[in-house]
């Protein structure tokens, strides 16, 4: 009887020393006189981090890097390292830009090359399906780029002329490059180049969208 007796007593003191001990709630009292309880660890009821960010504001142009490269320069010194970034930016509604930005930190040389792409946009002038009006040709060094509308055929462009015409919002075109460069950037300033030919009275969405704006006033001043 004895050993069953202490057996039990060591089994309820374990029992008891394992046990989770939970602190006790608390009450603070507010700066306007308000009580409210605080739960151990500071965890408020209500899920953690509930409330405290906002949605992150739309971008107002859609962004794509074309070419990101470290640069190295020999000096008295040693060697310095620097990045170099060539950047797309276009609103998918005719509007398009093109920038180069340099620094020693890659987000500072991409805000560069994003600032040098505002600075450098161009409206193509677009018919009712989204397309050029008519073909261009242009040569930029050593980059020769053909452009020309196509119907019904979507978009037939490669290399990193695709992602210029995707963020200007065109979508029946055909574009080659005639020339064997595979400079993204030569390219590119080739196409601006071409697109920059086209002359802006065959602008059929501008017309038709000043048309709708022009109705609008005119029957606000008749009302």
């Known amino acids: 009887m004895t050993e069953t007796n202490t057996q039990s007593n060591k089994v309820e003191a374990v029992s008891a020393t394992s046990a989770p001990k939970f602190a006790p709630r608390t009450t603070r009292r507010r700066p306007g ?16 981090g509930q409330g405290r960010f906002s949605e992150r504001p739309k971008p107002e142009f859609d962004q794509k890097l074309v070419n990101i490269r470290r640069v190295t320069r020999v000096m008295a010194g040693g060697r ?33 090359a994003l600032q040098d792409a505002k600075k450098n946009m161009i ?28 119907k019904d055929k979507g978009l037939v462009v490669g290399s990193s002329l695709r992602n210029l015409f995707i963020l200007a919002g065109m979508t029946d075109i055909t574009a080659k490059v005639f020339s064997r460069s595979k400079n993204p950037i030569n390219n590119i300033r080739a196409t601006f180049k071409a697109l920059s030919q086209i002359n802006p009275a065959y602008n059929e969405v501008a017309s038709a969208e000043n048309k709708k704006v022009e109705k609008t006033i005119a029957d606000k001043k008749q009302a």
Do not use: C
């Open 123 to 150: 409206t193509i002038p677009r018919t009712k399906n989204m397309s050029i009006p008519h073909e261009v040709e242009a040569k930029y060094n050593a980059s020769r780029v053909w452009i020309s509308p196509n």
């Open 33 to 48: 006189g308000q009580q409210s309880e605080s739960r151990p660890g500071g965890r408020r009821p209500g899920g953690q």
């Open 80 to 112: 310095r390292f620097s990045f170099s970034v060539a950047m797309l930016i276009g609103d998918k509604k005719g509007r398009v830009g093109f920038g180069l930005g340099k620094s020693n930190d890659t987000s500072l040389a991409i805000n560069k």
